[in-house]
């Protein structure tokens, strides 16, 4: 039973900071797949760094930077440059620069966000940035002091935190290992691990020929959970999904690659 609920735990904070990241930021903010009603966008923009680590306007401009330079040496967490493993530091030290850039105005970080009415978080700006870090891992031994239980901590902090393994994961293997369902410029892949853990993110190489799209699953047996929840947030009004803007359906397949 104690295994049982740590996996709860550890799922329900996971799933929590997955979604604002993949659903509030990467396709509202990022991409506007999806249109986040007034108060899911302000709630992004001033919490979303309380529950993922992450700044929204940070994290936005990093991503828009990666799109716009995939694969090149301006990159920001290519493995073409940085090597499998090396994306887990390169991600953060581009992350950084983004951060610093932003409040210096620096033009080559503003231009990419200048649709984003906020400014980047009061806690990066202060200098504050651990402080999301600090509450989480102090509810984690509120979790654990009294009782004993660890484990249970544990798997709180972890799963709310989990996004720097999160983003190597997405950003080495979905640029390296994978199936590719459209010719890009780029050297993005569709990896099914990388999907399955967080949220259909693996899907690089659909989204990449798609950005505009919330679904970023396209074969048959690609299946993502991200698309899933923003259904559900769309029906309980959170959200509205552009489906003008949706992936279409496979045309004629030859030899493993799809062509429109």
Same mark, same amino acid.
């Given at each position: 039973?104690?295994?049982?609920?740590?996996?709860?735990?550890?799922?329900?904070?996971? /799933?929590? @900071?997955?979604?604002?990241?993949?659903?509030?930021?990467?396709?509202?903010?990022?991409?506007?797949?999806?249109?986040?009603?007034?108060?899911?966008?302000?709630?992004?923009?001033?919490?979303?760094?309380?529950?993922?680590?992450?700044?929204?306007?940070?994290?936005?401009?990093?991503?828009?930077?990666?799109?716009?330079?995939?694969?090149?040496?301006?990159?920001?967490?290519?493995? $073409?440059?940085?090597?499998?493993?090396?994306?887990?530091?390169?991600?953060?030290?581009?992350?950084?620069?983004?951060?610093?850039?932003?409040?210096?105005?620096?033009?080559?970080?503003?231009? #990419?966000?200048?649709?984003?009415?906020? #400014?980047? =978080?009061? /806690?990066?700006?202060?200098?504050?940035?651990?402080?999301?870090?600090?509450?989480?891992? =102090?509810?984690?031994?509120?979790?654990? $002091?009294?009782?004993?239980?660890?484990?249970?901590?544990?798997?709180?902090?972890?799963?709310?935190? =989990?996004?720097?393994?999160?983003?190597?994961?997405? @950003?080495?293997?979905?640029?390296?290992?994978? =199936?590719?369902?459209? #010719?890009?410029?780029?050297?993005?892949?569709?990896?099914?691990?990388?999907?399955?853990?967080?949220?259909?993110?693996?899907?690089? @190489?659909?989204?990449?020929?798609?950005?505009?799209?919330?679904?970023?699953?396209?074969?048959?047996?690609?299946?993502?959970?991200?698309?899933?929840?923003?259904? /559900?947030?769309?029906?309980?009004?959170?959200? #509205?999904?552009?489906?003008?803007?949706?992936?279409?359906?496979?045309? $004629?397949?030859?030899?493993?690659? $799809?062509?429109?």
């Amino acid at each position: 039973m104690y295994i049982l609920i740590c996996a709860a735990v550890f799922l329900t904070a996971y /799933l929590l @900071n997955t979604t604002i990241i993949t659903v509030f930021y990467h396709r509202g903010l990022a991409h506007g797949a999806v249109a986040l009603r007034p108060g899911a966008r302000r709630f992004a923009a001033r919490y979303g760094i309380w529950l993922t680590g992450l700044d929204a306007k940070g994290w936005v401009c990093m991503h828009r930077k990666h799109h716009r330079h995939s694969d090149s040496p301006e990159d920001p967490h290519s493995p $073409v440059h940085y090597g499998l493993l090396g994306v887990l530091l390169g991600q953060l030290r581009s992350y950084e620069r983004t951060l610093i850039g932003l409040a210096r105005g620096q033009n080559e970080y503003t231009d #990419e966000v200048g649709d984003l009415e906020f #400014e980047i =978080s009061a /806690l990066n700006r202060k200098g504050l940035w651990f402080l999301p870090y600090l509450l989480h891992l =102090s509810i984690a031994l509120l979790f654990a $002091v009294p009782t004993g239980m660890w484990a249970l901590g544990a798997c709180y902090f972890l799963g709310m935190m =989990s996004h720097p393994i999160e983003g190597w994961i997405v @950003n080495s293997l979905g640029h390296a290992v994978g =199936s590719r369902n459209f #010719e890009t410029p780029d050297n993005s892949r569709n990896n099914q691990l990388a999907a399955w853990l967080i949220l259909g993110e693996g899907y690089q @190489n659909n989204h990449h020929r798609y950005p505009a799209s919330a679904k970023f699953s396209y074969q048959p047996w690609e299946v993502d959970l991200g698309f899933g929840i923003a259904l /559900l947030l769309e029906k309980l009004g959170v959200l #509205e999904i552009q489906r003008a803007l949706l992936l279409p359906s496979p045309t $004629v397949a030859t030899g493993g690659l $799809v062509h429109e």
